[in-house]
C-alpha cells in the first residue's frame, strides 16, 4: 500500500554540470505522487543541469506517478533521466509507449550519459 | 473500510467498500492481491488495473459532489479472474480541468483480457477480466 514516500535529494557535479540525483522509495500512486512531483521542483533543480530520478526502489507505480515523469521530462530544462532497470515502473514505461519519452536507465552511469547526451543535442 | 471476503477451496471472492479517498486506492490493491495470486492471475496487471480504475473514481467520479463510495469485487471463475470496480458518483464525464482519464483507461484496456465501462448518472461501473490458471486445473 502506498504510504509516504522516503525521498532522499543529492546534488553532485557531472560532466555535464550539477546534476541532482532524486531517491525513491516506496509505491507511488496518487495519495503520495504529489510527493514526487514536489521533489522534482526542489531547490537546486530548476538550475542543475540534469535530474537523475532513481526509482529502483519503487516497487509500484500507476498512472499518477507516470504523469508526473511526463511532466517533467517535457520541460526544457533540467534534462530528467530515470533509473528502473527490469521494474514494474519499466513495464509501465513501456505499457503506456513512453520509452521514447522517459528512457529508463540501468544504472546512474547510463544515466548521466542520458544527460549529457540530451544536452549536447539540446545545445547543438 | 467494510470488507466481506468469502472463500472456499474452490473458489474465492472478494467484496469491499471503500470511500472516496486516495488512500483506498492503495488498500484496493492491497486487497485484490492475495486473490490474483491463489487464482493464478498475473498480479502485477491485476493490481495496475485495479489502481487505475480505484484511482479514476477517486479522481472523477464525485467531482462537484459529496464524496460517496467504491465498490471493489473480485471472484474467481474457471478460467479468468473477474474484477468490478463500481462508484456511486456522476458518471464518465470530459473535464478540461482534471485531465488524466484516458490514460488510466488506455493502461486499464491494454492489461486486462477484457474490459466494459458502463457509466450513467448514478456512477460508474469498470469490469475487468484476466486470465487465471489455478481454476481451470480445479475444473
Known amino acids: 500500500m502506498a504510504e509516504r514516500l522516503e525521498i532522499a535529494v543529492e546534488d553532485r557535479q557531472a560532466d555535464a554540470g550539477p546534476v541532482v540525483f532524486i531517491r525513491v522509495t516506496g509505491e507511488v500512486d496518487l495519495a503520495n505522487a504529489d510527493q514526487l512531483a514536489d521533489a522534482l521542483r526542489g531547490d537546486g533543480v530548476r538550475d542543475a543541469a540534469g535530474v537523475v530520478l532513481d526509482l529502483r526502489g519503487v516497487p509500484f507505480m500507476d498512472s499518477s506517478g507516470l504523469r508526473v515523469l511526463l511532466m517533467a521530462v517535457k520541460e526544457p530544462a533540467p534534462v530528467v533521466t530515470v533509473i528502473a532497470p527490469d521494474s514494474p515502473v519499466a513495464r509501465l514505461l513501456e505499457l503506456a509507449e513512453v520509452t521514447d519519452r522517459v528512457p529508463a536507465y540501468t544504472d546512474e552511469e547510463k544515466a548521466i550519459d542520458g544527460i549529457t547526451a540530451s544536452g549536447s543535442r539540446r545545445d547543438g | 473500510m467494510a470488507a466481506v471476503t468469502a472463500e472456499s477451496p474452490e473458489r474465492a471472492e472478494l467484496d469491499l467498500e471503500l470511500p472516496s479517498h486516495a488512500r483506498s486506492v492503495g488498500l484496493a490493491r492491497e486487497a485484490v492481491v492475495d486473490l490474483a495470486r491463489r487464482a493464478g492471475a498475473p498480479v502485477d ?41 463500481a462508484d456511486d458518483g456522476r458518471g464518465m464525464s470530459p473535464n478540461l480541468d482534471s485531465p488524466g482519464l484516458g490514460l488510466g483507461v488506455s493502461l486499464i484496456t491494454r492489461l486486462a483480457l477484457d474490459v466494459r465501462f458502463d457509466s450513467s448518472d448514478h456512477g460508474t461501473t469498470v469490469s475487468m477480466s484476466f486470465p487465471a490458471t489455478a481454476g481451470r486445473e480445479r475444473v
Open chain 2, 45 to 85: 496487471e491485476v493490481k495496475l488495473a485495479v489502481s487505475e480504475a480505484v484511482g479514476n473514481a477517486v479522481m472523477h467520479a464525485f467531482r462537484d459532489t459529496a464524496p460517496g463510495a467504491i465498490t471493489l469485487q473480485a471472484r474467481q471463475e474457471p478460467d479468468r479472474l473477474v474484477v468490478t470496480v
